[in-house]
């Protein structure tokens, strides 16, 4: 069930003192696991790469290790020893054409009962000191109504994956009520960037086409992040004192309307903008019509974050800026065109 590869002199490679400063990241071989590896191992980190397939990341302070299904991985104490944070990835991921009951089982299952295990084998090797847990905005709620979402508000998530998210955070601060390791959650909204998928990836598609798009009363405010971002902040919370045992919110600013990200998707396309305003009523029926009112809705909706106590409380600022953050993904986007063509489904 395990393999041990990159860096497979494993522990022998890392010595004893590389062996204080070494990271656990599970579901490294993921999204944002190739973001998350570079920026650990950027800082000199050694990091310990548990996923079902081998990271992209190459590096001589990267130890991999194949892990079907972390609920039965046996080898924890070996890997945990000497291991002072773990940044816990792996997860279900949301999809947004699954409902009901049995959805809720199977998010609960993974998001809930997977971090358990990971966490209590944390708990048992004595020297992990963080364990680094990555949520998500939906654990508040699926908009912002009057202002953008605080850390400080009582969440009131709206579906099985938000639902799941949160039972998972308030799991891990009940857990370590009276042990280690201390939590550290962090609540991203929308994160995009090179090899993103749903909905960000359908919208660059769409950005990329020579159509004019019917965006133009989109006039709500999303906020995003991208994946550079997010990693960055998942390193500085390694190490930062200030960071355990809190939960975060993170964002690039400013938060966008779906209009103005396509407008800047298109600038960094080098395409004219080619937005026109639809009346909203006349796309609801449009929306119905093709089975997407509630994607149509969120569309609509707001969700806006505010991550001024993030940014002071880590003495943080994001290393790029959105807009830049934006050209690096479609740069990505240009150099492999031929990866989006069929796209047709709009996922959340």
Partial sequence: MTATTAASQGDRGMGSNARA???????????????VLNRLLAEGKYVVALSKHSPA????????VSVSDLRAFKEWERHLAHTTAVVHLAGRAHHFDQAG??????????NVGVTRVVYEAAAR???????????????CGERSAQRPFEASDEPVPEDAYGRSKLEAERMLMNLAVNSHPKPVIIRP????????????????????????????????????????NLADLIARCVDHPAAPSKLFLIADRPAISVAELVGMLRSALGRRRAIFSMPVPILRVLAACTGRSTQLSKALDSLEVNDSATRELLNWNPPLSLEEGIARTVAWLQA????FKGVRKWKD
């Fill in 189 to 228: 909204p929308l994160v995009f960037g090179p090899g993103a998928r749903a909905n960000f990836m359908l919208l660059m598609a769409l950005a990329d086409s020579p159509w004019p798009l019917p965006f133009g009363r989109f006039e709500n405010k999303r906020s995003l992040v991208s994946a550079w």
């Fill in 125 to 139: 090797a004595g020297t992990v000191e963080r364990f680094i847990y990555i949520s998500s905005i939906k654990a």
């Fill in 101 to 110: 009951e049995a959805t809720d089982a199977l998010y609960r299952e993974a």
């Fill in 57 to 64: 990341t190459q590096h001589p302070r990267l130890q991999y």
């Fill in 336 to 339: 492999t065109k031929a990866e």
């Fill in 21 to 35: 400063s070494r990271v656990i990241v599970t579901g490294a071989s993921g999204f944002l696991g190739q973001f």
